[in-house]
C-alpha cells in the first residue's frame, strides 16, 4: 500500500484532539472558529464550501455513511447540527443562504459524533453519556448512561444497526441495544491505559480498541464477545527503531572512522558519518516524546478479484485454485493504526506488520510541484475514510502543536499488485544471485528470460514440478547399485546363465534347518509322505484375499463428506490405560482403521476403529514415548523415546522389528560376537522427541537435539525362533542436517502421503526454517516465526478419502506458547491468518487439520478442544469435558470425527452427528 501527502490546510485552530470529517469524496475542517469549510477531494487547491451557523467552536465534525446525499454532522456546546452537502453546494451555487437542520441544543461539550448505518440517528458523547439524537429532527432518541469517566468514542455496529459500542476513559466498552432498550455486555476493566479510538469491521462483526499505551485489543460481536487479538503496537515500534539504528550504525561503520574526544557540539560535521552520528543523538529524544498512542484505527478493506458466477454448495477449495487463494490470501483486510509519529499498516488477517511510514522520513508528494518530498509533522488526532470503489483511503492527519492539517492518501493493494511485487522481488533476488545489473537497459531482457527459465528453481512448493536430479539425496539406496562385472561371465549369446548352485554342507552351519526336531525320549517314525497339495488352504487363502480386495476397493470408493460440519457432539469415552498416565502424542493410520497412542508410562497402545474394549500394548521402550507416527501402508509404527531410541513396529506384533539406536548404521549391531564401535557409530547423544516416515515409507526422518537425520531402512518381519533377539532389519544415515542458527529443534514436519521434497523445521531461536531433500539443503530461514518457540507444526496433507488444489498443500499451521497459532502459505513465505482465544500458557499442545481442510482443532490448557475455521478469525467450537488438559488432537481420515487426548490418559471421540 503507498503512500502520498496531498495538501496541507490551514485551520483557525490547533485541530488536536478535534473529530475531524472525511468520507472520501469530501472533508471538512474549522475554517474559522465558528465556521466550517467543506473541500471537495478532487480539487483540493479550490475554495472550500463554507458553513456559518455555530457560535462557539465546533469540537466533532462527522459524515455519514451514505454518499448522495452526503449528510454531515457538526457539532458544538451551543448546537447540533446536520447539512446536506450536495443541497448546501446548489443554495450555495443560486446565492441563497445555506440552512442546516438543528437536532439538539445546548446539549454540552461533544467529544464525538458518529451516523447510524443507514443515516437516520446519529450518537453524540458528552461527558458521561452517549446520547442517541434523530437526524432529521430535534428529538432525543435514546440516552446511555453507565460510564464513570468521560466517554471518548461511540459508534454504531455496521452489521446491526440497533447495535452501539463505547468506550471510555473508565478503561471499559459497553455494547447496548437501542431497539431493545438494554445493556448487552458490559466488560471489566481491560487495561491501566485509558481507551482513545475505536473501529468497526465492515468485513466482519469485529471492532478493534486502541488504548493510549499503544495496545490493541481486537473483539468479537457474534458470541461471548470474547478477545480475538492483542496487538501490541510499543513493541512493534521499539522493535523497528532498533531495527533502523542497526541500519545507520553498520552504515556508519562502513566507511572511515574519526575518533574525538571534544565534546559532542565542537565534533566535526562536515563528515557524512559524523552528521549522521549527531542526527542520531538528538533523534533519540525526539522518538520518545512520539509515543505509542493509538491516535486512530480504521480497517481498510482491500478490493477483491472477480469471482466465478452462480451458487457453489461445495468447499471453496472445490472451486478453481484462485479463489480458495483469493479467500486466504488476496482479500485480507488492513488494519490502519495513526501515532503521534507514524501510520501502521497491518494485516487485519495474520496481524502483522506490513508497512510502517514513520513521520522522521519523507513522505512522497505529488501535489507540490518544489519539493517531491514532504515532512509531516508530529499529529493529536487522525480520521480515515475509504473513496467509494474502495481502492483507496483519505487519511487526514491534525498536526499536534500548529494549525494544520495533513491530507494523506493510501492508495489500497489489489490481487495485480501482490503479484506484480512479487515479480518484481524474483527478479532481483535472481539478478543479484546472478551478480546481473537489473537497471542496465542491454542486460534486462537477459534477466527477464533467465528469470522466466528459473523461476521454478527459486520457488518453494510442497508439490514440486521440478523432477529429481542425478545427486539427490532421495534416490538413496541402502546398499550402492553395482554393474555386474563383464570378466569372465561373458558367453555365447543365446546360452542361458546357470543358476548359483546351494554350497555344500562343509559351508553350513552345523545346525541349518528351518526347524529343529525336539530331542524327546521316544524316536518318531520318519515321515514317508513325500507331497501333500493342500487345495482347501489355496481356496481359503484366495477366498480370503478377494474379500479383502474388495474391502480395499470399497474403501477406496468412499469420500470424505466436504460439506460435512465441524465434530461437535461426543460419541466415546475411554481409558486408554488403568493407571493415569499422559497421552502425548495420536495419530490415525491412513484409512482409518486403526488409532495409535504414544504413552508417557513408556508404551504405545493400539486401538481398533471404532473404540471399543482394550487395544494392544507395545512395550519397549525405557523412557518416555514422545510421538508415534503410521507408515503410509498402515502396516508399521514408528515410536520416538526418550531413552535415544526410535523403534519401529508392525501393527501385529508386539516386538520391535527395527531399533534406531546408532547415528551411523546398524550394520555391525546384530551381528554375533560384534558390538558398534563408539568413535565411529556413536549412540544418540540426546532425547529424541519427533520421527516420522518420509517420501512414501522410503525413509525415516527424527530430530536429535540440533540435528535433523534422514535414513534410508530395510525392514524384515521374519522371525527366528532360535535368536529372536536378532533383526535382519537394516537401516544407514543418508545425511545430518544442522538448522542455520538454532541449537535445537523444537519440532519438524514432512508429508508421508505423497512425494514432496520439503521438510519443515521449527528452532529454538524461535524461527522457521525449510529444506529441500531434493537439493538436500536449507533453501529458506523465517526468523522470529513466533514470540516462543514452535512446538507445533501441522501440514494439510489431505487424506487418502479426499483431494485438493495443488495450492491448499503449501498451506501449514504453527503453534506456540502464549503465541497462538498461525497460518501459513510456503509460497509466499508469509502468515496469513492469526488464531487466538484458546488457552496455551505453557504445555505443548498439538494441532490438526481436518481432511477437508475447512477447519483445524487444537487443544488447551482450559481442559477443552477449540475447533477454528481457516475463514474465520475465532473459534467456532469450544469442546469442553474434559477431565485436564487436552495434549493433542486428531481428525479421522474418513468420517467427521475428531479424536481428542489428555494427560490423565482419556480419549474423547466427538462425530458431526
Known sequence: MSTFHEH??????????????CNGVYFALPYTKTAIGVWSLQSLTSMPLELVAHRKGVTAIAFGKSYNPTSLCTAAEDYVIVWNVEKARATYDAGQQIRGQIIGQRLGYIQYASFSPDD????????????????????LDTTLDGHTARVTCAEFSPHQEATVVSISDDRTFKIWDISKGCLLF??????????????????NEHFAVGTSDGQI???????????????????ILRRKREADEELKKAAANAGPKTISSQPLWKKPVDNDTDGELMEDSYDIGTSSEAGEAILGLFFAVRPSRSRPSGNHPKATFLMPDESHMDELLDVAPTLLIGTPGAILHINAHSFELTKCVDFKDPVPSEQDFDTSEKYIDLSGSYIFS???????????????????????????????????????????????KLNLEVTNPEGTENVSSMVSANAHEETVTVLSSVPLSEHSLLREELVPKTKPSSAGQKGKPGMKTAKKTSSGVQ???????????????????????????????????????????????????????????????????????????????IRFSDDGQYLACAMADKSAQLFKMPLTGKGSSFTGHNGCVNSIYWSHDNQWMLTCSDDKTAKIWNKTATDPIMTLSTIKDNFAVDKEGQKPVANKNASFSKEIKHARFYYMDKFVLLSCGGSLYMYKYHLDSSVNDLKRYLTNSRYKLVKNFQLTKAQQISTFSAVNGFYSYIVLCAGSDKSLEVFDMNVGKSVRLTPDAHSRPVHAICQNEGSTYVSHPASAYDLFLSSAVTDGVKLWDLRTNRCVRRFEGHMNRAHPCGLAFSPCAKYFATGAEDRSAYVFDLRGGTYLHKLSGHTDVVSDVAFHPLYPELMTATLDGKLRLYSDR
Not at 120 to 139: G, Y
Open 186 to 203: 458490559q466488560s471489566t476493566i481491560i487495561s491501566a491505559s485509558p481507551f482513545l479510538s475505536l473501529s468497526m469491521d465492515p468485513a
Open 217 to 235: 485489543r481486537v473483539y468479537d460481536m457474534v458470541e461471548d464477545y470474547r478477545l480475538l487479538h492483542h496487538v501490541d503496537v510499543a513493541k
Open 8 to 21: 496541507t490546510v490551514r485551520t483557525a485552530f490547533c485541530p488536536s484532539h478535534l473529530q475531524m470529517g
Open 386 to 432: 475509504h473513496t467509494p470503489d474502495l481502492k483507496q483511503v483519505y487519511c487526514l492527519a491534525g498536526s499536534l502543536f500548529q494549525n494544520f492539517v495533513d491530507v494523506i492518501r493510501i492508495q489500497c493493494a489489489t490481487h495485480q499488485d501482490s503479484k506484480d511485487q512479487t515479480a518484481d522481488n524474483l527478479t532481483k533476488d535472481l539478478a543479484v
Open 507 to 585: 559351508n553350513q552351519a552345523l545346525t541349518f534347518k528351518s526347524k529343529i526336531r525336539s530331542s524327546g525320549y521316544t524316536d518318531a517314525p520318519p515321515r514317508m509322505k513325500m507331497h501333500s497339495p493342500q487345495t482347501s488352504s489355496s481356496k481359503s487363502s484366495s477366498l480370503k484375499q478377494s474379500k479383502s480386495l474388495s474391502t480395499g476397493k470399497k474403501a477406496l470408493l468412499k469420500e470424505y463428506p466436504l460439506d460435512a460440519e465441524p465434530p461437535t457432539t461426543i460419541k466415546t469415552k475411554l481409558n486408554v490405560v488403568e493407571r493415569t498416565s499422559p497421552i502425548n502424542c
Open 120 to 139: 437516520m440517528l446519529v450518537a453524540v458523547c458528552i461527558e458521561k453519556d452517549v446520547l442517541i439524537l434523530d437526524s432529521n429532527q430535534e428529538r
